[in-house]
């Protein structure tokens, strides 16, 4: 027995031995990188008209090395006592690949859904407490954006619209429930949607001064948007009086 015991020692130390010169033969140059670029803010939620503190949200974006993208939010929206956790991946054209969202809403916890794009068709899973499992299959067209409402991923249904001028076009977006009503389940809707390209403007945040973008989602939300990321730096949504601001970016 002693024997067998002290065979198997020297084949566990061999095998560690070896992968331990394994490992210090490759080269960092020659590793693959995970992260090309990680980019992370926090905006503040405020009324348009008095400025009043409203919630917050933070996000973390990691470009991959493929031009692949994964942001992760994390919205607060206390003046409706909701919460909303979500993480995206999209394609480097930032058509989108998977998503999943949670949410809390008016104190309640909804349920979470979790979406994944393969080619042509949308597959949705939704759990919730009141909503059960439920599971939905849904046609995309070749170029569509999915809506999961916290602001720091809006940017990304600008990806397509031509800046050589301002101008209009419709496109397809799949609009994730997450009203206040815990028996619909988190599951999405392809609707219509208009973007307007306004133009260019450079403007100034608690974040620093930005040249930005600006457009306008369903006539009625205006979005300022920066670089190659498409990050939001300023939103208004004039209608519920409700403006969101960039406090803080760092990337490295």
């Known amino acids: 027995m002693s024997q067998l015991v002290a065979v198997s020692l020297l084949a566990i130390v061999t095998i560690a031995t070896t992968a331990a010169r394994a490992a210090e033969t490759v080269s960092p140059k020659t590793a693959p990188t995970v992260a090309a670029r990680i980019v992370q803010g926090e905006y503040r939620s405020e009324g348009i008209a008095g400025g009043e503190r409203r919630g917050g949200e933070h996000f973390q974006l990691v470009v991959h090395s493929d031009g692949t993208r994964t942001l992760s939010i994390s919205s607060d929206l206390s003046w409706r006592n909701s919460w909303f956790t979500v993480v995206l991946r999209s394609a480097a054209d930032f058509r989108p690949l998977e998503a999943y969202a949670n949410y809390w809403s008016s104190g309640r916890y909804k349920?979470?859904?979790?979406?994944?794009?393969?080619?042509?068709?949308?597959?949705?899973?939704?759990?919730?407490?009141?909503?059960?499992?439920?599971?939905?299959?849904?046609?995309?067209?070749?170029?569509?954006?999915?809506?999961?409402?916290?602001?720091?991923?809006?940017?990304?249904?600008?990806?397509?619209?031509?800046?050589?001028?301002?101008?209009?076009?419709?496109?397809?977006?799949?609009?994730?429930?997450?009203?206040?009503?815990?028996?619909?389940?988190?599951?999405?809707?392809?609707?219509?949607?208009?973007?307007?390209?306004?133009?260019?403007?450079?403007?100034?945040?608690?974040?620093?001064?930005?040249?930005?973008?600006?457009?306008?989602l369903a006539g009625m939300n205006d979005l300022w948007v920066y670089g190659a990321d498409r990050i939001v730096i300023r939103s208004e949504l004039p209608a519920r009086g409700l403006r969101y601001v960039l406090t803080s970016l760092s990337a490295r």
């Open 111 to 216: 349920g979470s859904g979790h979406f994944l794009v393969q080619s042509e068709h949308l597959l949705a899973d939704s759990n919730g407490p009141d909503s059960g499992r439920q599971q939905q299959e849904t046609a995309v067209p070749a170029r569509f954006s999915i809506g999961t409402h916290p602001v720091s991923a809006d940017g990304w249904h600008t990806a397509d619209l031509d800046t050589a001028k301002p101008n209009k076009r419709q496109f397809q977006l799949y609009s994730v429930e997450a009203s206040a009503d815990t028996a619909k389940p988190v599951l999405g809707t392809l609707v219509p949607l208009e973007l307007e390209y306004v133009g260019e403007e450079t403007i100034e945040v608690p974040a620093g001064r930005f040249t930005t973008q600006r457009y306008r």
